[in-house]
């Protein structure tokens, strides 16, 4: 089984400051583990993505994220807020198990960024 | 490339009505696709998924069904719309690969039932 909880369901920056949302995850197995991005009325688009290979993972836009096992964590950051990163970000899990690749989703947070 | 398609982009329906949503993707071969529902403020609830040609998963039992006639060809449907229905559907594609399929997604169809 597996599960994410996105822990703020609403985040609130000003432009030019950090951004962190935060994801924790519970797997049975190794879990790939994914951040998207939905603008309003949009698709989910990919920001970054971790399969065991390097634990800080780079994405698009200047987001990162770190992948934490004794935490079971994966978070996102930026450093720099811009006013085009105000939209929904989700946390996926997925265990792919007899071919079969069944993502979780978090409920999402939103991130609203502050001129 | 690939690209997913899905339309209508806005539909709305009155309660009762049938309802065929359609979602092809283009640029690959032997994906696996998905459906999946977003309410509004809520996140995403997976409804159906399809590994091939006339493969499909139900996640969640409900008054809707999914077809997939064509490899590249995923069809929504409903006999009979609720109210509860309402939502944000998406559609979406991944290349099974054994480890971290990611997905990628169409622009979505906004459904309203009245």
């Known amino acids: 089984a597996q599960s994410v909880t996105q822990l703020d369901s609403h985040v609130s920056v000003s432009e030019g400051t950090p951004v962190l949302l935060r994801c924790n995850y519970s797997s049975s197995y190794s879990p790939s583990l994914f951040w998207y991005v939905q603008h309003p009325n949009k698709g989910l688009q990919l920001l970054l993505k971790y399969t065991s290979a390097a634990t800080l993972v780079k994405g698009i836009n200047g987001f990162e994220a770190e992948f934490k096992k004794s935490e079971t964590s994966f978070h996102l950051t930026k450093p720099s807020a811009h006013m085009s990163d105000a939209a929904e970000y989700f946390c996926?899990?997925?265990?792919?198990?007899?071919?079969?690749?069944?993502?979780?989703f978090g409920r999402g947070t939103s991130l609203i960024v502050h001129p | 490339s690939q690209t997913i398609h899905q339309w209508p982009a806005t539909l709305v329906q009155p309660v009762g009505s049938p309802l065929s949503l359609e979602c092809t993707v283009e640029?690959?071969?032997?994906?696996?696709l998905y459906w999946y529902r977003q309410a509004a403020g809520r996140g995403l609830q997976l409804l159906f998924y399809s590994v091939g040609i006339g493969q499909i998963s139900s996640e969640v039992p409900q008054n809707l069904s999914a077809s997939r006639p064509q490899d590249r060809q995923f069809i929504l449907s409903s006999k009979k719309l609720l109210l509860s229905d309402s939502g944000f559907y998406l559609c979406?594609?991944?290349?099974?690969?054994?480890?971290?399929?990611?997905?990628?997604f169409g622009p979505g169809t906004r459904l309203t039932v009245l």
């Open positions: 640029g690959t071969s032997n994906p696996n």
């Open positions: 996926v899990v997925s265990v792919t198990t007899g071919g079969s690749y069944i993502p979780t």
């Open positions: 979406a594609w991944s290349k099974p690969t054994g480890t971290g399929d990611t997905q990628y």
